[in-house]
Nanobody, 120 residues
């Protein structure tokens, strides 16, 4: 069965840093595009960053220069390094995997999320 388990969330001061991790299992991790999304209270779920199987990355404009996504295919894990955190970064952060499977076509998997709170 497919599992995406996020960790690393918590309370951090404005200007601080945090690294989120997403441990994946149940599929061929190295063949999937991995992404981080976030959802703040009463807000839409928005893309934060994505990384292809080859390591190409993309970021939402508001995260460029502050956040960095990476992956370790040997560990089936994707990371999100967050620096210079702001109160508006407070949200539940979700891990997402997208790929293609025989007999199903395009598939998308989600983790349960980890809460990041930026507050003094």
């Amino acid at each position: 069965q497919v599992q995406l388990v996020e960790s690393g969330g918590g309370l951090v001061q404005p200007g601080g840093s945090l690294r989120l991790s997403c441990a994946a299992s149940g599929f061929t991790f190295s063949n999937y595009v991995m992404s981080w999304y976030r959802q703040a209270p009463a807000k839409e779920r928005d893309l934060v960053a994505g990384i292809s199987s080859a390591g190409s990355t993309n970021y939402a404009d508001s995260m460029k220069g502050r956040f960095s996504i990476s992956r370790d295919n040997a560990k089936n894990t994707v990371y999100l390094q967050m620096n210079s955190l702001k109160p508006e970064d407070t949200a539940v952060y979700y891990c997402n995997a997208q790929g293609w499977e025989l007999g199903r076509g395009r598939v998308s998997y989600w983790g349960k999320g980890t809460l990041v709170t930026v507050s003094s």
